[in-house]
Structures are given as structure tokens and as C-alpha cells.
């Protein structure tokens, strides 16, 4: 048996295996690429769930996008605070632990308050019913109420309420946006996690034609924007926009109102208080929006609680600081 | 018959296609040819790897194979080569040209192993080719796989929107369409008198 062969044989591959091995060691080494450490501990912090609400492909991409410094540091609405504080911490920066918005449905035409124009037997899903004339309800701006964005919701906050409107939970949901992009009639809105009041209708048509169809849309009366008292209202095309930079929170648009078509998501409001060092001037009987002050000049005035609604208005424009506001914790403070 | 450059690239581009008349690299073929874009970037990465493994499999081959009487561990060989050649062309690419490793990075350690690669790199042997025309089958069979994988993308994109009936739906019509297309192929048989 000729053994040089096999020995050949050994030294030739084993001997290739050695030097392509020798030679991939070095290269790992020589053409090592510097990562930059920060990634891999943004990478770390981050929760993983590669959503893609930030705006890049997944977490990674995210991660290496803020330690090149092109992402803002709180763009993972997942994470939420905690983690913006992290990575905030990881690359040195102080950063602004602003709140995500959260989602809200801008229609309350449920199936009580909102008439069909015909019967829909097709598949019971938003978007498809939409491709239908926009969908059965009778206003063509309202909620279809099929249900569409409870599946689209990341986080589960959506659940269909007992009259086929969603019902969206402020705390569960992390403002991503998923509902609002995939709502066929654009009836979700994300705004600032912090703001009360928004206007639930996105009927543009007159007022006339939006009684016709719905009991609680909006008839563009203009009344709120005209009670403002911080001109943070304007009516365009038959709806009132709201500046969220100079909204109050007050609550004046809510209750003016006559078919109740803002929202209020305070849990509660404060009333006014009247103390003993009033003087009796009557500018605050002059103030309340809802006249729920009354008293003679000279005389400590009281308030209505029934009419109160805790807007602040009296507070403003009382001479001796003689009006509290109390109850429901957080809004004297707001209201000063 | 002595065959000229010419001749091996149009046998190897149209006549003899790597995929469609060898059957080799049909894995990538219907793994990454669902859309234009990402076939585009793997027959970017297999022509690349085509070439380099041609090149450094042919001089191993005469240079120390040959020469060893060892021809029959060839395959092992190979392997082994194109997979460590590919590792190291990836951590280059990596590191100085950094455009080029975006645009195909994630393809190059999937065809490190690829048969058409391996198969290419055999025929170099088996027709006795010297450097030069190993460099243009090579070529000419990277650019075939090339064109096929991307024709057939723009084929498959087409046939998502298409009727097909459910039960032939995805890979069944798809396999449908290789071997109308692989027929369509065949009619290049005898182009210039080409036989490879």
C-alpha cells in the first residue's frame, strides 16, 4: 500500500485547514470593526419587541441609530420613560422624558346615536366595509365601529364598547400610532398624553345635515371657540381645531357645547370656593361662563356647585384672591 | 474543439445557465426571488463569490492538488476554501468598503456554500479550463444566474397579484413558472454552434 498518498492527503487538506484557520484568526483581529460599545447597551436596555414604532427596523436598528446620534433618545414609545432615562444615561445627554400621546376616537356616533344609511352584510371589517360607499353609517366622517384597531393594537388597549365604538385605554396604550394609521376613516387622533379635552366629531358637513344623521356630532355653532378664553379654538370647515399649545384644560368648550361633542377625560373637576375675604366686587359674577356665581355687590358671594364646573375663570379675575378652587386633586394647580 | 472565450460566455450566460439547464443554486433561486430588490443584491454576491472562488479553487487545484496526487479530496477542499475565502472577503468588505457590505452583506454567508458556486468551481476542473477561461465561464455563468434569478423575481412579483387557483398558490405556480422559463432556455440550444 503506497502510505505517500495518504500522508499527502493529510498534510495537504489538514495543512489548508491549519492556514485558512491561521489566516481567519488574524483577519478577526486585524480587521476587527470598533463597534461602538454604547449600542450594544442601548440594544440591552431596549425592550425587544422590534415594533418598529420609533421608526427603524427593530430594535437594533434603533440602537445604532442613537449611538450614531441621529435618533432622538425618546423614540421607543414601548419603553416609555424608563428606558428613555436609560439611554439617556448610556450616552450622556440629559433628555426630556416627555409622555407619548395616546390614541383617542375622535366620533361618538355610536350605533344609538348614529343612524345607518343601509344594511352592510359583507365581512365585518372596517376597512372593507369602507370600500363599500364608506361604510354603512349614515355620516361618512364617523367610526364604522367594526373593530378594525382592536386587532391592530400592539398593546391590546382597545376594546370595543357596548355601543360598537372603541373604547381606548389611556393607561395601556403607548401611543404608537398603529390605530391611526390603519383607521380607514381617520376617526383616531393622537394627542398630548397630558391634555384633557379634545372634540370628539370630524363631521365637516353644516349643522343641518349633521343632525340629520348623528345626535352627538358636531353642528359647527361655533359656541366653544366663541367661550374660549384662550383662543385656542378656531372654526375651520364647519369644525373647531383645537391649539393644543394654548389649551387649558379648562373645560368651558365641554360644557357649552349643545350636543356635547368634546370629551373630557378628567376623572373629576374641582368646584369654586368662595372664602370670607371676598369684598363683593362682582367681577367674577361677570367672569363665570355659566353663571354659577351669584351675590349682591358688597357682599361675600356664593357659588352654585350644581352650575360649577371648575373652569377657573372667577379664580383669574378675582381682585383679593378670594376664590379656591378644590377638590379633584391636580387641577387647582393647573388652574392657577 | 477549442473553445474560445466567446464561446464559453455565451454557453455559460445563456446555452448551459447555471440554474435553469444545470439546476444548480436553485435554493437561492426561490428563496430570495420574491422581489427585484433583494434578487438584485444576491446575484450581486453570488457573481462576486463566482469569481473569487474560481480563481483561488483553480490555482489550488494545479498548483497543489494536482501536483500531490490528491485530486480526490477536491470536494472537501473546496469547501472548505470558498467557505473561509467568503468569511474573509465579508470581514474586508466589512471594514474598508463599507457601501458594498450594506448593499450585500447579508447574502455573502448565504452562498457560502452554495452549489452553483461549488459546481462552477468543478467544471472549471472537469473541461480542463486555464485561468483565463475559468475567469470567463466564471463571469459568464455568475451574469447567467444573475439574469435568470432576477428575470424570474419580476416574474414571481407579477404572479402574486395573479389568479392563481389556492391550491397552486406560492411555491407550486412558482415551480410552474421555472420550467416554462427553463424550456424558453432551452430553445438558445445550438446558438452560434455553441455545445459546452
Known amino acids: 500500500m503506497d502510505w505517500t498518498l495518504v500522508v499527502y492527503a493529510l498534510a495537504g487538506l489538514g495543512g489548508l485547514g491549519v492556514l485558512m484557520g491561521v489566516i481567519l484568526a488574524i483577519a478577526s ?43 432622538s433618545l425618546n423614540s421607543c414609545t414601548v419603553g416609555g420613560p424608563d428606558v428613555t432615562a436609560q439611554i439617556g444615561e448610556i450616552m450622556g445627554q440629559e433628555v426630556s422624558t416627555e409622555e407619548p400621546p395616546v390614541a383617542v376616537l375622535i366620533c361618538r356616533g355610536g350605533k344609538v346615536n348614529a343612524a345607518d344609511r343601509f344594511e352592510y352584510s359583507g365581512t365585518y371589517n372596517c376597512r372593507q366595509a369602507a370600500l363599500l360607499l364608506g361604510g354603512p353609517k349614515a355620516c361618512i366622517y364617523g367610526c364604522i365601529g367594526m373593530g378594525h384597531c382592536v386587532g391592530v393594537c400592539p398593546v391590546n388597549a382597545i376594546t370595543m364598547a357596548a355601543d360598537d365604538l372603541p373604547d381606548i385605554d389611556g393607561y395601556k396604550c403607548v401611543g404608537c400610532g ?25 363631521s365637516h358637513d353644516r349643522g343641518k345635515a349633521v343632525k340629520q344623521v348623528c345626535k352627538v356630532g358636531c353642528i359647527g355653532c361655533g359656541l366653544c371657540a366663541k367661550n374660549c378664553p384662550t383662543g385656542a379654538l ?24 349643545p350636543t356635547r361633542s368634546f370629551v373630557d377625560r378628567a376623572k373629576g373637576r374641582p368646584k369654586a370656593v368662595i372664602n370670607p375675604k371676598c369684598d363683593g366686587c362682582q367681577a367674577c359674577i361677570k367672569a363665570c361662563p355659566f353663571k354659577a356665581i351669584e351675590g349682591e355687590a358688597g357682599i361675600q358671594h356664593r357659588v352654585l356647585s350644581a352650575k360649577c364646573i371648575g373652569c377657573g375663570e372667577c379664580r383669574k379675575v378675582c381682585p383679593v384672591g378670594a376664590i379656591d378652587t378644590v377638590g379633584a386633586l391636580g387641577h387647582a394647580a393647573r388652574a392657577a | 474543439m477549442k ?7 455565451i454557453g455559460a450566460f445563456l446555452i448551459n445557465n447555471v440554474l435553469l439547464f444545470r439546476f444548480l443554486g436553485l435554493c437561492p433561486f426561490f428563496g430570495v426571488s ?4 433583494t434578487a438584485v443584491g444576491m446575484s450581486a454576491a453570488v457573481m462576486f463569490v463566482m469569481l473569487l472562488a474560481s480563481w483561488v479553487t483553480w490555482i489550488l487545484f494545479n498548483a497543489v492538488l494536482a501536483p500531490l496526487g490528491i485530486v480526490f479530496l477536491r470536494t472537501a477542499v473546496f469547501i472548505l476554501v470558498i467557505a473561509s475565502l467568503v468569511q474573509f472577503v465579508e470581514m474586508f468588505l466589512k471594514k474598508y468598503v463599507r457601501v458594498l457590505y450594506s448593499s450585500m452583506g447579508i447574502f455573502l454567508p448565504l452562498i457560502t456554500t452554495n452549489c452553483a458556486i461549488l459546481g462552477v468551481t468543478f467544471l472549471n476542473i472537469d473541461y480542463q479550463f486555464n485561468l483565463l477561461q475559468s475567469t470567463v465561464f466564471a463571469v459568464g455563468s455568475g451574469l447567467g444566474f444573475g439574469l435568470v434569478i432576477i428575470l424570474f423575481a419580476a416574474i414571481r412579483e407579477r404572479l402574486e397579484y395573479a389568479p392563481v387557483s ?10 410552474v413558472a421555472a420550467s416554462l422559463v427553463s424550456l424558453a432556455f432551452y430553445g438558445f440550444t445550438g446558438l452560434f454552434g455553441v455545445s459546452l
Open chain 1, 178 to 202: 398603529a390605530c391611526v394609521r390603519e383607521c380607514p376613516k381617520n376617526v383616531l387622533k393622537l394627542i398630548p398624553r397630558p391634555k384633557l379635552v379634545y372634540l370628539a366629531c370630524a
Open chain 2, 3 to 9: 473553445l474560445g472565450p466567446a464561446q464559453i460566455f
Open chain 1, 29 to 71: 483581529v486585524k480587521l476587527a470593526v470598533e463597534v461602538d460599545p454604547r449600542e450594544e447597551r442601548i440594544r440591552n436596555v431596549l425592550p425587544g419587541a422590534n415594533c418598529g414604532a420609533c421608526g427603524y427596523a427593530g430594535c437594533d436598528g434603533y440602537a445604532a441609530a442613537v449611538a450614531r446620534g441621529e435618533a
Open chain 2, 34 to 37: 420574491t422581489a427585484v430588490s
Open chain 2, 166 to 175: 389556492d391550491s397552486f398558490k406560492g411555491y407550486p405556480i412558482a415551480f
Open chain 1, 234 to 257: 378656531t372654526m375651520i370647515d364647519n369644525l373647531p381645531v383645537m391649539d393644543f399649545e394654548k389649551c387649558i384644560d379648562c373645560g368651558i368648550c365641554v360644557h357649552k357645547c
